[in-house]
């Protein structure tokens, strides 16, 4: 998808000049407003099935999942003019050169492509496709040189990159999905390939729940699963740790949305020395505003990338420390998944 947009032209406008047809103007007419939005108002207040993408947008649509996607990413590549994707709020012409916090430009790469089983056992095996950058830069991060990097890896073309996932649906996946680094920032490409997809393939969000209320309105109805990461207890951790201002306000919006909007599961990843600061309050937050909601407790931190510059990152999580985080997950009655 190329679409050229003068930085000068307005959101509106550029909307007005994008492929012309009825019904990227009805998409455009439904988001136009949401993309300078500081809130979020849902097309439709009733909870989507779980069973496929197709069937949670009938009830608001003719339209497949497919071709909704397919107008979306129109939209969403025109939004890159002003790009308010996640809860930064850059604000700048991703389609004239202009990068922001993520330093991403206006074209998708990639990192990984492959089928995985060491995600959540209810959704493995699934067709994992990792894009390159993201707008959190957590010291931690497993995947650091990839992730901090929107040009790392090969160019994204969604229509190859979907028959790769059909192939391996059709030899067992049961999921695909699409992460990142954190793909919010890359929504226009994540559409595209969405809409290359067969609508009752099961898919699933992988993100940072650090997105803005533009890309929520974008993503509705498109997953069927968001598996969410709640990293942080507190901000002044967020900002310590992975750069981040105002993390908790945007993480518990954005669990709330995906929870009203799709089926949601919550990663923590415990680290060393963020017990009480970061695993009680996540779990405490948890049990009191999403009960019965999944989560997945993660023990198996490694002392990556650029945890050294911490000093109670630059080890592993103790037996000690593991044992008191389920206990504290017992206690409270969460709803712990594989």
């Not at 550029?14 to 103007?25: D, M």
């Not at 700048?92 to 998708?108: F, I, K, P, Q, S």
């Not at 699934?126 to 497993?142: H, K, M, Y």
Request: proline share 5%; net charge neutral.
């Amino acid at each position: 998808m190329n679409l050229e947009i003068p930085k000068s032209r307005s959101y509106d406008e550029a909307l007005s000049i994008a492929p012309g047809n009825l019904g990227l103007r009805r998409e455009a007419q439904r988001h136009a407003a949401f993309v300078r939005a500081k809130g979020f108002a849902s097309l439709n207040n009733s909870r989507p099935p779980e069973d496929g993408g197709a069937a949670a947008l009938r009830h608001r649509s003719p339209k497949s999942r497919s071709a909704i996607a397919r107008e979306r990413a129109v939209v969403a590549r025109a939004a890159l003019v002003d790009c308010q994707l996640c809860a930064h709020h850059c604000g700048v012409n991703r389609l004239a050169g202009e990068t922001g916090l993520c330093h991403a430009g206006a074209d998708a790469r990639f990192f990984l492509a492959q089928t995985e089983v060491t995600d959540e056992l209810e959704l493995i095996p699934t067709f994992a496709v990792a894009l390159s950058g993201c707008d959190l830069r957590c010291d931690f991060c497993i995947t650091g040189a990839e992730s901090w990097n929107p040009r790392a890896g090969q160019d994204f073309s969604a229509p190859e990159m979907a028959t790769k996932a059909k192939a391996a649906i059709a030899s067992g996946a049961k999921t695909v999905m699409i992460l990142g680094g954190e793909p919010t920032i890359h929504l226009p490409a994540a559409l595209e390939f969405v809409s290359h997809l067969p609508d009752d393939a099961k898919l699933v969000w992988k993100t940072n729940a650090h997105g803005a209320a533009q890309a929520r309105a974008l993503l509705d109805g498109m997953f069927d699963v968001w598996l969410a990461d709640y990293k942080f207890g507190n901000d002044d951790c967020a900002q310590r740790l992975a750069k981040v201002s105002d993390y908790t306000r945007v993480v518990r919006e954005n669990l709330l949305w995906a929870h009203e909007h799709s089926e949601l599961i919550v990663r923590h990843l415990l680290m060393p020395g963020h017990l009480d600061c970061c695993w009680r309050p996540v779990a405490d937050w948890l049990v009191q505003n999403l009960p019965g909601v999944k989560v997945n407790l993660r023990s198996g931190f490694w002392p990556a990338w650029k945890s050294s510059r911490h000093a109670e990152l630059r080890g592993t999580v103790s037996d000690d420390e593991s044992r008191r985080a389920w206990q504290i997950a017992e206690d409270l009655g969460l709803n712990l998944i594989p």
